[in-house]
């Protein structure tokens, strides 16, 4: 079944590590999205990517970095991570034609 | 800026009563429109879409949404809600030839049985 998954669906780490926030799609979308949504609040767009190859930062400044070397993978990186980056990210993919399809999402804590 | 907004951040209904939520935004070219739901510890999910055609767009779940160009607005209805419609619902806009979804700060709807 299409569909699209993101893993861990919750992280705690601590202050200063690295982590990678995984999100894939069996959905054959060319484009896919990055949000960060704290409870209660806004989606806030922090990365996008139109294909494979290319990647654009969104609106809320963020100091994650994504790749997408292939089209159903689109992984989300923090170098070092910090208690501000607490919230919860959501991963989409759409197409042109239905709007967006959403991931469960991965609930992180930096301690 | 552009931006889209939705005035009622919380609104409480009893079952059977009509719901409307209002979603303004403020591009002024072409755009395509959509209200997403999202339940208690459940996905964002899809509630339906205007790309052009007949303004008055029929979703899932007996939800309907009206687009009046002129007051750039795409407001949401039900005529008579559930205690299942129990969610936060947000609007969202694309400008015509972007794939940037702008997204409202939600509406938390409770309903009470």
């Known amino acids: 079944e299409a569909d699209i998954y993101q893993t861990p669906r919750y992280l705690v780490i601590g202050t200063g590590k690295k982590i990678t926030l995984e999100c894939s799609q069996t959905?054959?979308?060319?484009?896919m999205y990055w949000y960060q949504q704290d409870p209660g609040m806004e989606l806030h767009l922090i990365h996008y990517?139109?294909?494979?190859?290319?990647?654009e930062k969104g609106d809320l400044s963020s100091e994650s970095t994504v790749s997408r070397i292939r089209t159903e993978h689109f992984p989300l990186t923090l170098e070092s991570a910090r208690p501000s980056h607490t919230s919860q990210y959501l991963c989409?993919?759409?197409?042109?034609?239905?709007?967006?399809?959403f991931g469960p999402g991965t609930r992180l804590t930096v301690t | 800026a552009q931006s889209v907004s939705q005035h009622n951040h919380h609104v409480i209904l009893s079952e059977a009563a009509s719901l409307e939520l209002g979603c303004n935004y403020s591009?002024?070219?072409?755009?395509?429109l959509f209200w997403y739901v999202q339940y208690p510890g459940q996905h964002l999910q899809l509630l339906l879409k205007?790309?052009?055609?007949?303004?008055l767009v029929k979703g899932i779940k007996g939800f309907e949404a009206e687009f009046i160009k002129s007051k750039f607005s795409f407001n949401l209805r039900k005529p008579s809600v559930q205690w299942s419609d129990t969610a936060e619902y947000f609007c969202?806009?694309?400008?015509?030839?972007?794939?940037?979804?702008?997204f409202g700060t939600g509406t938390r709807l409770k309903v009470l049985a």
């Open positions: 959905m054959g979308h060319d484009k």
């Open positions: 989409a993919s759409s197409d042109n034609k239905a709007g967006q399809y």
């Open positions: 591009y002024g070219g072409t755009v395509n």
């Open positions: 205007y790309f052009s055609g007949d303004p």
């Open positions: 990517s139109y294909g494979v190859n290319s990647t």
């Open positions: 969202a806009v694309t400008l015509l030839g972007t794939y940037k979804y702008i």
